[in-house]
């Protein structure tokens, strides 16, 4: 089984696989050639760089491919008192006595460093499906687990900015 991801995800990864055979692959190529006709490669770092650079590319084209190729497509709605992909959540957790809120998405799109939660975490788990007010029970591992409780879901928050991660 592959990658979950919504249509959105889709489109975004159809929309990289075209912009990097159109137009990145393109480049890479010329920059092959042009490093390539100042002669002798044996010594040529530009011509061993564009060469990286255009394995590179054809690498990610390959992997976005294989992706969408196995995905599995999920659905992104929910009702409207209930936390879904692409919703952001407030959550107070009492052991910490603090709040905090994080946007939930697949895990393609999951980035701590941007508070976006994957619904295949532990925390995303715990979660989904959940509804204002609701305590949710986040299992770490067998030996750990914290309470949360849902204090506010935003619905239609865009997803405009948050990019496919690149690997």
Do not use: W
Request: one cysteine or more; hydrophobic letters at 30%.
């Amino acid at each position: 089984m592959g990658e979950k991801l919504t249509r959105s995800d889709v489109e975004k990864i159809e929309k990289e696989i075209e912009h990097r055979k159109l137009v990145v692959r393109k480049e890479a190529i010329a920059a092959v050639k042009e490093a390539r006709a100042q002669g002798d490669l044996s010594e040529n770092f530009e011509y061993y760089a564009a060469k990286r650079e255009k394995n590179q590319n054809e690498s990610r084209i390959h992997y976005l491919e294989r992706m969408l190729k196995y995905a599995t497509i999920i659905e992104d709605t929910s009702s409207e008192d209930e936390v879904g992909i692409n919703t952001v959540v407030t959550l107070y957790i009492p052991e910490d006595d603090c709040e905090e809120r994080y946007k939930l998405v697949t895990s393609i799109r999951s980035s701590s460093l941007r508070d976006m939660v994957s619904i295949e975490s532990p925390l995303g788990k715990a979660i989904l499906g959940k509804k204002t007010g609701e305590t949710a029970t986040v299992v770490v591992d067998p030996s750990y687990s914290y309470d949360v409780v849902i204090r506010k879901i935003e619905k239609n928050i865009g997803d405009e900015d948050d990019p496919i991660r690149s690997f």
